[in-house]
């Protein structure tokens, strides 16, 4: 029998004119690294082009909020002057001078493709993000840090995305142990229990979602 949890029987979606961003944090490596390589597996499944997906990392979950506002106002402004200018500017740079940080730890997984997309094209490397997936890892301990970051970063996601209207999928793990998170990630965890990766299920549902926006614009 099925289990009851995860997003049930999705719709297939064709992610490939979509541009996702990615935002994760670096604590709890080992359960980040899985999430992130069930969440991009999900989006290139889905069509999402590789090209398409770009990783931005920070510290730890705290930080989220602010990065995936900042990620995407400078695909925004990319975007904009862009087209003013009428030449391909860099998202890479303009991400990390809105960061404030260098850009060596912005990764993009392929080469730039050209924008200025026309219908059926593929999206160019300066178009806005379609969706951006929020990834972190909160592990309970012997302070209060985790009930306060936990509520701030899922309060700091939703209003986000609502002030942005952009989709923002919240791959927060808030974890009363690490072993829940290597099970959350599809690891197998103390008991040798195989989980499920959740970050499949972000991938989908930002490319749900990033499809069910183009219908609302
Ligand atoms: C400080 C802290 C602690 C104790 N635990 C975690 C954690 O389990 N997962 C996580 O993503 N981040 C943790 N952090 C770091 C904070 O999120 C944040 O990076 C710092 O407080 C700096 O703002």
Partial sequence: MAGIKGIGEARTY?????????VHARWNTKIIDA?????????TNA???????????VPGSYELPFAVQRMYVASQTQA????????????ISATADLLGGSTSDLTKLSKETPSGKKDGETKGSTAPF?????????IKGSTMHFEY??????????????DLGVPVIFG??????????????????ATEKEGHNHGEDWGKAAVELAVMQGGWR
Avoid at 35 to 43: D, F, K, R, S, Y
Avoid at 173 to 189: D, F, V
């Fill in 35 to 43: 999430l992130l390589q069930g969440t991009i597996a999900e989006l």
């Fill in 14 to 22: 064709d992610g490939s004119s979509l541009r996702i961003g990615i």
């Fill in 149 to 162: 970051i936990s509520d701030s970063v899922s309060h700091g996601l939703m209003k986000v995305q609502l």
């Fill in 130 to 138: 379609d969706a951006i997936i929020a990834i972190g890892a909160l």
């Fill in 172 to 189: 927060l793990l808030t974890l009363l142990t690490e072993e829940q998170g290597l099970e959350r990630a599809g690891i197998a965890g």
């Fill in 80 to 91: 904009a002057s862009h087209i003013s200018r009428g030449g391909a500017g860099s998202l």
């Fill in 47 to 57: 069509g999402v082009k590789q090209e398409n997906i770009v990783i931005q990392s």
